[in-house]
């Protein structure tokens, strides 16, 4: 059952569409542009420095995953009316959260819906949610800390489309800190071509995996290996004897000593209209640019261009991240108050360079 309402401010662009308060039931709690004090005026001395620009509350307690999907009108048709479309998810359950701003009337619409229904009987207990992508067409994914699987949907979340087995075994290193630490693994995801995962390792240390079919390369990331935007992600098939689908990891690459020294863990990665991969570390309070592109031969990932924010100070435990189109970052927090802000908008960062 998917519980929604609708907000609309007749003539108001999405940009600056006022804050919106929705408790668990929907019930409108306030709407007010926000208002900042003073100390405003010293964050914005320094071009690092993010300040909150719009503050929502999303019916979902403790979430640990964010990720953009395509702006779909009511038809289900893609939209280009600079409309945004966000999925969350926690990892105590497996409710589903759509965050949809229209682009022409500033409207906002937010739909809850239980995956654990279509999932079936195996779905019991928590569901250790770390992160969800999607694909430009009609596939969301969701990805389990502790288990190493991947849950993937249709975008309404009706339909199970399997879950995928994550393999670290054929790289020692990579199996033997996954098997110390079950609770520092997956905590970013994104969906590539080929069927390929990169996978974002939290701690202890933090690396970027990639994931793909047995018997395929590495291929790094950049422009040739992320989905276009209307490209739909290779779901694997189960090879004899599986009981499940099977990605294994293909290469990972440890963060530069620069990296390292910005972010003392990583929460969450996200693919920005840029081209640019952003990391958005909670322990040191950043969002990071990472280099645009990272070849299948090199040992490490790099900061882009010294390219790092400071987030907003106060807003909770950050544990997602997108960038709309616009290059405004939005982020969500771990909380387990029901009544308070859990996603938030914060102010302009700029993008990376076309050839860099």
């Known amino acids: 059952m998917i519980t929604r309402r609708t907000i609309q401010v007749p003539g108001m662009p999405a940009s600056l569409f006022p804050s919106i308060g929705l ?7 306030g709407m007010a542009i926000v208002a900042f004090s003073g100390s405003v005026s010293a964050r914005e001395n320094s071009s690092r420095e993010l300040v909150v620009t719009n503050r929502y509350t999303l019916p979902l307690l403790e979430i640990s995953g964010l990720a953009p999907a395509p ?3 009511s038809k289900g048709a893609q939209t280009a009316n600079r409309s945004l479309r966000l999925y969350a998810v926690g990892d105590a359950t497996r409710e589903v ?3 949809y701003i229209d682009g022409s009337s500033g409207g906002i619409v937010i739909s809850l819906k239980d995956a654990a229904l279509p999932s079936g009987r195996r779905a019991a207990g928590a569901s250790q949610w770390e992160a969800v992508a999607a ?3 009609d596939t969301v994914c969701m990805l389990s800390e502790t288990d190493s699987k991947v849950s993937c949907f249709d975008d309404r979340i009706n339909e199970n489309r399997g879950i995928i087995t994550l393999d670290t075994s054929p790289l020692k290193h990579l199996n033997r800190l996954w098997g110390n630490r079950p609770n520092s693994r997956g905590e970013g995801m994104l969906l590539m071509k080929k069927g390929h995962l990169l996978i974002l390792k939290e701690k202890k240390p933090s ?5 793909g079919p047995q018997g395929d390369l590495a291929t790094g990331y950049g422009p040739d290996t992320f989905l276009a935007p209307d490209e739909a992600f290779a779901l694997p098939s189960r090879a004899p004897g599986q009981q499940e689908p099977t990605l294994v990891a293909l290469k990972s690459w440890e963060f530069s000593d620069r990296l390292r020294e910005l972010a003392s863990d990583a929460s969450e990665i996200t693919l920005g209209p840029d081209g640019h991969v952003y990391l958005l ?3 040191s309070s950043t969002l990071i640019r990472l280099e645009k592109v990272l070849k299948p031969d090199e040992e490490k990932v790099n900061i882009n261009d010294d390219a790092w924010w400071i987030l907003p100070k106060g807003i909770g435990k950050t544990e997602g991240l997108a960038i709309d189109s616009e290059m405004r970052p939005w982020i969500a927090v771990d909380r387990k108050q029901k009544e308070k802000p859990n996603l938030f908008r914060l102010s302009l960062i700029s993008p990376g360079a076309e050839g860099d």
């Open 23 to 29: 408790t668990a039931p929907f019930i409108l709690a």
């Open 71 to 73: 702006a779909l009108d």
């Open 97 to 99: 959260v759509t965050f």
């Open 135 to 137: 694909d430009g067409v």
């Open 207 to 211: 690396l970027l995996v990639e994931f």
């Open 281 to 283: 570390s909670h322990e």
